[in-house]
């Protein structure tokens, strides 16, 4: 990533920090109740990102530059189907999965959504995000296992292990540093959401609206594809 944005997302979240207190896990009950919605339908999800799977999906440093440091670091692929970006909705992949995109019109506090697709052997280092407006849900499709049944994809946050198979969803907190490693030789897929904060202080409620409307401003002016 750049000197600059990471100079800029640095000091964003370091305002954010100073004003939210919140651990890097959260309950996912009492901050996206909307959850359980994704998680009962995992298996209609996953029988769509399949479907797209061999399509064209873009890399994720096709989609953000500014992210070739931890997509383009190895050689293989992280690709993201991207649904809705930043509250701009991608009609053309909307259509293509429509039980995702009915659960998604239902939930406004979701502002992104993109199935990511995690190469064999990929690992996605260590990095942070810059808002806590935005915490990061995760629900697995397909997570490949290890011989000895547990899910081969290692998630580190804040230091911590975690992992989650099929149908499992964690939601976090993603200015703690996280990164990731698919350790299977079959890709792992998963849907990510980025989801709005709520009960927020005043402050930080109108820094988060700036922040996204700022991205996207700055994504219309780039004329982002999400096609690959």
Not at 59 to 69: G, K, L, T, V
């Amino acid at each position: 990533m750049s000197s600059a944005y990471d100079l800029g997302t640095g000091l964003v979240r370091r305002i954010y920090e100073k004003r939210i207190d919140a651990p890097a896990i959260l309950d996912a009950g009492t901050h996206f109740p909307n959850a359980t919605k994704f998680t009962a339908a995992w298996q209609a999800i996953r029988d769509e990102a399949l479907s797209v799977q061999h399509g064209k999906v873009p890399r994720f440093h096709d989609i953000m530059p500014e992210q070739a440091e931890i997509s383009a670091n190895d050689g293989l692929d992280w690709r993201m189907f991207v649904l809705k970006a930043y509250d701009l909705p991608v009609p053309e992949n909307l259509v293509r999965m429509p039980v995702l995109s009915r659960l998604l019109a239902g939930c406004p506090e979701v502002k992104s959504a993109a199935i990511s697709f995690l190469a064999p052997r990929k690992h996605i280092p260590s990095h942070r995000g810059p808002s806590r407006g935005i915490m990061r849900f995760h629900l697995g499709l397909a997570i490949p296992r290890q011989a000895d049944g547990r899910p081969a994809t290692i998630m580190m946050i804040n230091h911590q292990e975690r992992r989650i198979a099929d149908g499992e969803c964690m939601l976090w907190d993603d200015t703690f540093p996280h990164e990731v490693t698919n350790h299977a030789d079959q890709p792992r897929i998963a849907l990510l959401l980025d989801v709005w904060r709520p009960r927020m202080p005043l402050d930080m409620e109108i820094l988060s609206r700036l922040i996204v409307r700022g991205v996207q401003t700055g994504m219309r002016h780039r004329g982002v594809s999400f096609s690959g």
